[in-house]
């Protein structure tokens, strides 16, 4: 199923036109739709042509109409994906129910998408997002958690920034799992330059999307509104690493908003890059996870994913009495002794040792030597 | 105030003839009181004179009275400190409302005590404790939160273990601050070896205590009742390093029973002796904390320690209208450009750029140099 043709062109025209994430666009399309909006931008800029209006609506669309935008953008490898189109993730429709953060918010017009991956596809996948200046630490956690998460069949998503982006995407592939890149840019750019490789191999194997038409410049308003896609596209969100003041806090702060889940990885007290992650689990705002069977756990429908935590060897002491483990305490780790230093040692009588020390030996914790008794290997660990 | 001597004298005699946190002692004693007890069992020694039963008291007691015990720990600067004592650290009485873990359970009889340190000081004490196979990570961490905290005025309890225990007692003293260690063997026992500066340190200027008698081993059952006396004695018990099956895991149920809050310091999800620490912090069962400060947040009564959360440096950036940072954005870092070429990067109208550029050069963020414009030092951080 496809939207209806003007439909998607009226949102192609209004995303050449308006800043991706502007809530007022967002809030006017929600009411009375994206055609009659683009109609009414149109007739105001027909009205109105007064040079700064013509100006900027010329330096956006760089003299496009809506049509050939589209024609170029798929000559490009790019299609426009928009809400009534079956590959349109109904997520994204919950951001018309959170308020503004930022001056940032409502659903997107549509997605730029380059990639085989569709985007109906993502129903449970999985934010990984952090910091750029992450620790190998970090970016060895990040890669870790996205290959389990992506192996276990939930697409992970990020940006493309260095850091913990890089290794989200790298453990997902590295996992043999699909893995989709939100960009601030237009989907059809490279930035940053060095992640040329990246982009392009997840252009052909999993997605590369953006909110921004192709061409656009990375702003830093338009990682804010990227944000908001990658929190609303994913069913909750890892933080990994983020420094007090993190663009990646801003994802989270979006998955909070969102009502998805959110995780933390915590890391060292020492490091500044866990301090934000560390913020977001004191307050309770962000679950601890340390693994990626943790996070499945977390996002995946009840009883699918069901973490056993791990534990101690059960020794078989903890099934001796309290004076049998008493005496078997008493007895040295590194050379035998005889009865009467046990129970010297153990503080009980020499009879009372005496029976406990057979008991011990029946079960298999010391043993007999010539001058009294010692550890069996099984007490050894 | 004094605890009358009879009293102070029968619970010698039941420290010498019972194991540490037997909780039927506790429970009778509650009951019946500690002279009444001590009496029966002295009673029932000379009714049933068995061999065995001789040779336990014998045993245990090397053939002491409890006053003789009594003189002899003075002598080598132990003190008995009971209930009715003005030194009694009344908190210890919370342990006759918890149930037994492990076959331990119960207020002590009393506490052998050497140093100069009173008991009745620990009322704001925070215990420290975690591994003794601890990272250099955890020990760092340990000690850096014990001297915050003793340095407030709240003495560090711990055990004497390598380690986290050690750890705490350094940065406590390296803090300026009180120590306490709490013994699973006698107070007058150095236990380990490796330890006797420390423990030496300690009782000549803060204290060693124990449950146990002295001359007493450091029996595994006894670190199980150690660890209640440190969760009791303590306002708030810090868990800094602790594998999945840690003895420090008891120490921290025991505080978790006692409603006693409990913290835990997260680190490295790769760390083995995290792992015990990040199981408790997922299960709710402890507090996240990165720093002594946090710590006094949890233990000090409210107000009096509130912790300022550290946050990103505020950027005057944040200050600007949306369309102003957009224009911010569009100035490249490294060189200066012109109004037309900022045009096109932001996709904003010629006109609509230079007023913005107008007023982002009256607050100091970018500067008019000859073939453009260029960010100014502010806008750099």
């Not at 900027?56 to 953008?73: F, M, V």
């Not at 069913?235 to 702060?253: M, Q």
Request: charged residues 20%.
């Amino acid at each position: 199923m496809s939207a209806p043709e003007a439909e998607r062109l009226a949102r192609v025209g209004l995303s050449l036109l308006t800043e991706p994430g502007d809530p007022r666009v967002a809030a006017v399309v929600g009411e009375v739709g994206a055609q009659a909006l683009y109609a009414n931008v149109l007739q105001q800029r027909a009205d109105r042509p007064s040079r700064e209006i013509r100006d900027d609506a010329a330096s956006r669309t760089g003299g496009k109409d809506p049509a050939g935008e589209l024609a170029d953008a798929a000559r490009a490898g790019l299609r426009f994906v928009v809400p009534g189109d079956t590959e349109w993730p109904d997520q994204l429709d919950d951001l018309a129910h959170v308020p503004v953060l930022q001056q940032r918010g409502g659903p997107p017009l549509g997605l730029w998408v380059k990639g085989p991956l569709r985007l109906d596809a993502l129903a449970r996948s999985v934010a990984v997002v952090g910091s750029r200046s992450a620790t190998t630490y970090g970016a060895d956690a990040a890669a870790e958690l996205a290959a389990v998460v992506a192996r276990a069949g939930c697409p992970v998503v990020s940006g493309a920034a260095f850091g913990i982006d890089q290794a989200a995407h790298r453990g997902a592939l590295g996992g043999g799992g699909q893995t989709v890149a939100v960009l601030a840019c237009g989907a059809d750019r490279i930035y940053p330059q060095a992640h040329r490789d990246l982009l392009e191999h997840l252009a052909r194997e999993g997605a590369v999307v953006s909110e921004t038409a192709p061409g656009g410049a990375p702003m830093r308003i338009r990682f804010l509104s990227r944000n908001r896609i990658i929190a609303a596209l994913t069913s909750g969100t890892v933080l990994v690493e983020a420094a007090v003041r993190s663009g990646a806090l801003n994802t989270a702060n979006w998955a909070s908003r969102l009502q998805r889940p959110l995780m933390g990885v915590p890391g060292p007290i020492t490091s500044a890059p866990s301090q934000g992650v560390h913020q977001l689990l004191r307050a309770g705002a962000a679950t601890l996870v340390t693994s990626g069977a943790e996070v499945l756990e977390v996002v995946a429908p009840m009883g699918e994913h069901v973490v056993e935590e791990p534990r101690g060897r059960e020794r078989s002491r903890d099934r001796l009495s309290t004076k049998d483990q008493q005496v078997l305490d008493a007895v040295p780790v590194q050379r035998s002794v005889g009865t009467d230093s046990i129970a010297r040692t153990a503080g009980l009588a020499m009879l009372t040792v005496a029976s406990a020390l057979d008991r011990l030996r029946a079960g298999g914790f010391v043993e007999r030597v010539e001058d009294g008794w010692r550890l069996a290997a099984l007490a050894h660990e």
